[in-house]
């Protein structure tokens, strides 16, 4: 019963892992896209902002993905080095 636990547990933490990376990769092209449309709305600059705007959308994302990489590989050596280590009370 405890493994089937466990189990569910990391697959809703997988999932989770991939609802952030997937939030990670479209909120910054999202959001400088809106930017564009407002600059073109509001201050009548030409279309040409969109493609700017893209590439740093698409930077944006491809950063915070990193950044997200990161995280999850920081938290995976920190589980293999705590499952290294040997304490007292446990022998095996």
């Known amino acids: 019963m405890i493994k089937k636990t466990t189990d569910f547990s990391k697959l809703m933490t997988q999932f989770a892992m991939v609802g952030q990376l997937g939030l990670s990769l479209v909120t910054p092209l999202l ?6 449309y407002m ?22 994302s491809f950063m915070t993905a990193y950044k997200v990489y990161l995280e999850v590989e920081k938290k ?3 589980k293999k080095r705590s499952e290294k280590e040997v304490s007292f009370n446990k022998h095996i």
Request: with cysteine.
């Open 31 to 36: 959001i400088c896209i809106f930017a564009c």
């Open 39 to 60: 600059l073109t709305t509001r201050l009548g600059v030409g279309t040409w902002v969109y493609i700017v705007g893209f590439f740093f959308g698409i930077g944006g």
């Open 76 to 78: 995976n050596e920190k």
